[in-house]
């Protein structure tokens, strides 16, 4: 194959840092334990419905071996994910009947805590780039081990803004996209009113600011647009975990399927990624996730366009 052929086969890939977990969730609908999650694996699944997808994360000699063969099978691939004697990082959260934040009860850093990503050479052209929540330090370091990616889209959590408000800021000041919820964005600016918080997040670097507001959907923010997106009208919502990261990762996927992060394009992307989100919730972990088809991410894709219509 030409040098440049294989070039242009790169850029459509979707490379996704980010952590791999083992989850422990309670809702007021049921709970699990130790079910396979973490930002990097949510967004993964999400974005292999639209992209090849390459995981950048560590796991520990524990973690169940179906759970990367369920990833590989997908065609994620895992030469970047490396497995580490010891324990997997685990989180524990519950949810009250207000569903819109996850109490974390414990977090278990493990093989984490010695974590340093390491960009296989051949992955360092992928074109397309989605730092999910993970120590901000580390997104930087991946950000320095890549080629100029198309896009870089970044999230975070309130638990590094307000640890590592600094090297956040360094993030979203190379990211094109910044892909935080409500509570993060009012938390980054200090400010209380989302435009102007949305504002300040621009001021930051990225060309696009778009905001998750969960059962509320999205907003996007750039300088010269704004656009929103409604949620899908659930019965009901089992457990909410992994909804921030598989609307990230499908709206980075979609991208990537398109070749381009035109105003267009991320407005499209936008209802993908709520699209997918929705059916991440409607069962606890990745369970539903799993069981997904295209057919029917594209089924509720038409569906929440027409939501969104109007008559003139
Ligand atoms: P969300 O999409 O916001 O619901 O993300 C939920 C996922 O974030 C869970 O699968 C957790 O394993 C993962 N998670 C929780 N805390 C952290 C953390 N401090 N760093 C990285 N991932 C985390």
């Not at 295209?294 to 003139?312: G, K, L, N, T």
Request: proline residues 4%.
């Amino acid at each position: 194959m030409r040098e440049t052929e294989k070039e242009q086969q790169h850029k459509r890939h979707v490379l996704i840092v980010g952590s791999v977990a083992l989850d422990t969730i309670g809702t007021p609908f049921g709970e699990v334990s130790e079910a396979a999650g973490g930002s990097a694996y949510f967004a993964a699944i999400a974005a292999s419905f639209y992209a090849p997808v390459r995981i950048v994360a560590v796991v520990g000699s524990d973690f169940p071996r179906q759970h990367l063969d369920i990833l590989a099978a997908r065609g994620v691939s895992l030469d970047g994910l490396q497995v580490k004697e010891g324990r997997t990082f685990r989180w524990t959260g519950r949810y009250q009947y207000d569903m819109s934040q996850a109490r974390t009860i414990a977090t278990e850093l493990n093989v984490f805590q010695d974590f340093r990503p390491e960009i296989p050479k051949g992955w360092r052209s992928s074109g397309y780039v989605f730092l999910a929540n993970i120590d901000p330090d580390l997104q930087l370091n991946v950000l320095d081990q890549v080629n100029r990616p198309q896009v870089v889209a970044a999230d975070t959590m309130n638990f590094w803004i307000e640890g590592k408000r600094d090297a956040v800021l360094k993030v979203l000041g190379r990211a094109d996209i910044s892909l935080l919820n409500d509570a993060e964005v009012r938390q980054l600016s200090g400010v209380s009113g989302l435009v102007s918080a949305a504002r300040r997040v621009l001021d930051l670097g990225p060309k696009m600011a778009v905001v998750k507001k969960g059962e509320h959907g999205a907003v996007m923010f750039s300088r010269e647009a704004h656009f929103a997106a409604p949620c899908y009208p659930l019965e009901e919502v089992r457990d909410p975990t992994g909804a921030g990261d598989s609307f990230a990762g499908a709206l980075v996927g979609y991208l990537a399927s398109q070749g381009e992060a035109s105003d267009a394009a991320v407005r499209r992307a936008i209802v993908h990624g709520s699209a997918v989100a929705s059916f991440t919730v409607e069962d606890f972990g990745a369970a539903r996730l799993l069981t997904l088809t295209r057919d029917e991410i594209e089924q509720r894709y038409r569906e929440m366009r027409a939501f969104a219509s109007v008559e003139a």
